[in-house]
């Protein structure tokens, strides 16, 4: 394994990245969500590096500012296009025989590559896109929920016995059961902010793009219920795993998403 690690420089602070050196033409570049370290949850990005390398793909992931070994103040995923900007230009000149920047998010890392519009990149896989808008007077996740992803979670449910035992044996809080049941009647979906700028920002992007969609997590369910009221019922770029969570972490949802890399990058 070729795995080295760079220092490189975002508006006066010193990022940290790691890179899964390899010969191909087409490489990746991860940016993780939320605040997680660029290893990823359980190591995820770091087997997803030591794949692609494998099969001749570099591998760039880095912390953002403010999170695990980089400077500087952490401020969010909305205001980390400077930071995804300087791991490209970093990936770019640590290995100059690659032609083709390929990036992959998940979550609210998705959602700052598409506010980004992809600027530098040549193609983006965007996985399980965060849509929930914090800058809202409600903060709260659950009141923010779309009536038609709170239903898709009780069809969900409704199919899990471990679930319904819980609901026959009182282990469910009654006041929150009523308060989604309600939600869940209500007709109409009213898509957030942050949703609407990222639809707008992807749209100037006009390379390829690949959505994919966990079908058992709730963040991808909303993704989908706020895309369809914005019109994009029928997009042909969305693929969706099923049986996924939403780090993929089960082992048919895993070899799944580096399929989907893996086609992206030969492209």
Same mark, same amino acid.
């Given at each position: 394994m070729n795995r080295r690690h760079?220092?490189?420089?975002?508006?006066?602070?010193?990022? #940290?990245?790691?890179?899964?050196?390899? /010969?191909?033409?087409?490489?990746? *570049?991860?940016?993780?969500?939320?605040?997680?370290? +660029?290893?990823?949850?359980?190591?995820?990005?770091? +087997?997803?590096a030591a794949a692609l390398a494998a099969r001749g793909h570099p591998v760039f992931r880095f912390d953002r500012r403010g999170v695990g070994d980089s400077e500087g103040p952490n401020l969010g995923f909305r205001h980390s296009g400077p930071d995804i900007a300087a791991?490209?230009? #970093?990936?770019?000149?640590?290995?100059?025989?690659?032609?083709?920047?390929?990036?992959?998010?998940?979550? /609210?890392?998705?959602?700052?590559?598409?506010? %980004?519009?992809?600027?530098?990149?040549?193609?983006?896989?965007?996985?399980?896109?965060?849509?929930?808008?914090?800058?809202?007077?409600? #903060?709260?996740v659950e009141t923010q929920t779309s009536p038609a992803t709170v239903r898709a979670h009780y069809r969900q449910r409704l199919t899990d016995p471990a679930a319904i035992r819980r609901l026959l044996t009182g282990k469910v809080p009654v006041a929150?059961?009523?308060?989604? *049941?309600? +939600? %869940?009647?209500?007709?109409?979906?009213?898509?957030?902010? *942050?949703?609407?700028?990222?639809?707008?920002? *992807?749209?100037?992007?006009d390379g390829p793009v690949r959505i994919l969609v966990a079908g058992r997590d709730r963040t991808a369910q909303e993704f989908i219920a706020q895309w369809d009221v914005l019109g994009h019922r029928r997009d042909s770029r969305i693929a969706t795993c099923p049986q996924a969570s939403h780090s993929f972490v089960e082992p048919e949802s895993r070899d799944w998403l580096l399929a989907q890399l893996t086609e992206m990058l030969a492209r």
């Open positions: 760079v220092l490189f420089p975002c508006e006066g602070s010193m990022l #940290t990245g790691t890179l899964d050196a390899a /010969d191909g033409e087409a490489a990746l *570049l991860i940016v993780s969500g939320g605040n997680e370290l +660029r290893c990823g949850p359980w190591g995820s990005q770091s +087997r997803i791991a490209i230009a #970093t990936l770019r000149a640590q290995c100059p025989h690659v032609r083709r920047v390929v990036a992959y998010g998940n979550c /609210d890392a998705a959602s700052a590559l598409m506010l %980004a519009g992809g600027a530098g990149l040549d193609g983006m896989v965007l996985a399980n896109p965060w849509t929930f808008d914090e800058t809202s007077g409600d #903060t709260s929150k059961l009523f308060a989604s *049941l309600r +939600r %869940a009647t209500a007709s109409t979906t009213t898509p957030s902010m *942050l949703a609407r700028d990222m639809a707008r920002r *992807l749209a100037s992007f």
